[in-house]
């Protein structure tokens, strides 16, 4: 959420955002609850309102290109990733989605050496559940990457919550590059269709 003005929150090092894991910034570094309550700093300046349209796609197939450890698996996991659904568990946050669902079987290492990693990277560890690197990943990882969320569809992933469930749809790079191109397209349209109402 985001507002004209911005929360009158005390920053923590020039900050406003918090670190529930770690519990760093304001607040104590804890979540905003039920009931909280939160002050504005000023009352909108901009008192023009402005009407849009945005496709309501509530996409429940991820599309992703295959990761550079896919061989890892076995051929029937391979199949599994492809045709089966994974439920979001409730240990999701900004660095991770944790998911659940049948175990992927990894037949050479569960563990490498650490490499560097991107957002919508899908690790597998040795429990054979994956995990969806989000906005706040780690910069290098050692799991086996079994896939990685192509660019047009992170925005959907990202807003799915606990209890959802998901399946993923592999693509090549050619029609990732192509799919990104209409994202950014359909922004572009979503802004130039923007009306100003009174």
Do not use: W
Request: hydrophobic letters at 35%; a positive charge; proline letters at 4%.
């Amino acid at each position: 959420m985001a507002l004209e003005g911005g929360f009158d929150i005390k920053p923590f090092c020039k900050s406003v955002s918090i670190l529930s894991r770690d519990q760093i910034g304001p607040n104590e570094g804890k979540k905003i609850k039920i009931d909280d309550k939160r002050k504005i700093k000023i009352n909108t300046r901009n008192k023009k309102n402005f009407l849009t349209k945005i496709r309501n796609n509530n996409k429940s197939t991820i599309r992703v290109l295959k990761g550079p450890q896919f061989h890892y698996f076995s051929k029937e996991s391979q199949k599994d990733f492809f045709s089966k659904k994974y439920k979001i568990t409730k240990l999701t946050d900004r660095m991770g989605m944790r998911l659940e669902g049948l175990i992927l079987k990894n037949i050479i290492s569960t563990n490498n050496r650490s490499e560097g990693i991107t957002k919508g990277a899908i690790q597998v560890p040795a429990d054979g559940q994956p995990i969806v690197l989000l906005t706040d990943y780690p910069t290098i990882g050692g799991y086996p990457k079994i896939a990685n969320v192509i660019s047009a569809d992170y925005h959907f992933l990202a807003q799915k919550i606990p209890g959802e469930k998901i399946s993923f749809q592999n693509v090549e790079l050619q029609e990732a590059e192509q799919l990104y191109k209409e994202h950014l397209n359909n922004i572009s349209e979503i802004i130039k269709n923007i009306k100003e109402i009174n």
